[in-house]
């Protein structure tokens, strides 16, 4: 007779999975994709004096989406700002899709959060979401492979938490 606990090999099982998934796609895509997890941006400025205007990198890193950004130089004035970080976690990625007008010309990638808070403090961007300009020669093949890798890296995140979801309710069962 099995002592284990209902369902406990069932967990057990789909961790194994999730292991050995991990590990298969790490190594295809640090393979195929480790030269295109980031693309240059810009969110144009507002007014014609060219204030706020942005430019940055967004960076499918493995731990989280990390958007880097900075004010623009303008003509007679050097503000000489550093990039500054925002880490966006894989989960509150709600979308991210490539926006092309004819053809491949100024290829945009509009960025959506679940939480809003992130870009709050980045100018010329929507409530949870941002519409950025991409720079460029390569753009488009570029977009299009970074959108590759932030389907997987937001589905790896969304598995992780489930397997860390289950686990904790398997704690608080066996606990009771």
Same mark, same amino acid.
């Given at each position: 007779?099995?002592?284990?606990?209902?369902?406990?090999?069932?967990?057990?099982?789909?961790?194994?999975?999730?292991?050995?998934?991990?590990?298969?796609?790490?190594?295809?895509?640090?393979?195929?994709?480790?030269?295109?997890?980031?693309?240059?941006?810009?969110?144009?400025?507002?007014?014609?004096?060219?204030?706020?205007?942005?430019?940055?990198?967004?960076?499918?890193?493995?731990?989280?989406?990390?958007?880097?950004?900075? /004010?623009?130089? =303008?003509?007679?004035?050097?503000?000489? !700002?550093?990039?500054? @970080?925002? &880490? *966006?976690?894989? #989960?509150? +990625?709600?979308?991210?899709?490539?926006?092309?007008?004819?053809?491949? /010309?100024?290829? =945009?990638?509009?960025?959506?959060?679940? !939480?809003?808070?992130? @870009?709050? &403090? *980045?100018?010329? #961007?929507? +409530?949870?979401?941002?519409?950025?300009?991409?720079?460029?020669?390569?753009?488009?093949?570029?977009?299009?492979?970074?959108?590759?890798?932030?389907?997987?890296?937001?589905?790896?995140?969304?598995?992780?938490?489930?397997?860390?979801?289950?686990?904790?309710?398997?704690?608080?069962?066996?606990?009771?």
């Amino acid at each position: 007779m099995d002592s284990s606990p209902p369902g406990g090999g069932r967990l057990l099982r789909a961790r194994q999975v999730a292991a050995k998934l991990r590990v298969f796609l790490t190594l295809t895509t640090h393979s195929m994709i480790t030269d295109f997890t980031a693309l240059s941006f810009e969110i144009p400025a507002r007014d014609a004096l060219g204030r706020e205007h942005v430019e940055g990198k967004l960076v499918a890193a493995e731990a989280c989406l990390q958007f880097y950004w900075r /004010f623009r130089d =303008r003509t007679f004035k050097r503000t000489g !700002d550093d990039m500054r @970080l925002i &880490e *966006v976690d894989y #989960t509150n +990625v709600e979308s991210v899709v490539l926006q092309m007008t004819f053809f491949w /010309f100024n290829p =945009r990638l509009l960025l959506k959060l679940a !939480d809003p808070r992130p @870009l709050g &403090e *980045v100018p010329g #961007t929507q +409530v949870g979401a941002a519409t950025l300009l991409l720079t460029g020669s390569d753009a488009v093949e570029e977009a299009r492979t970074f959108l590759k890798m932030m389907d997987y890296r937001k589905s790896d995140a969304i598995a992780n938490a489930r397997i860390t979801r289950m686990s904790d309710l398997d704690d608080q069962r066996r606990s009771l």
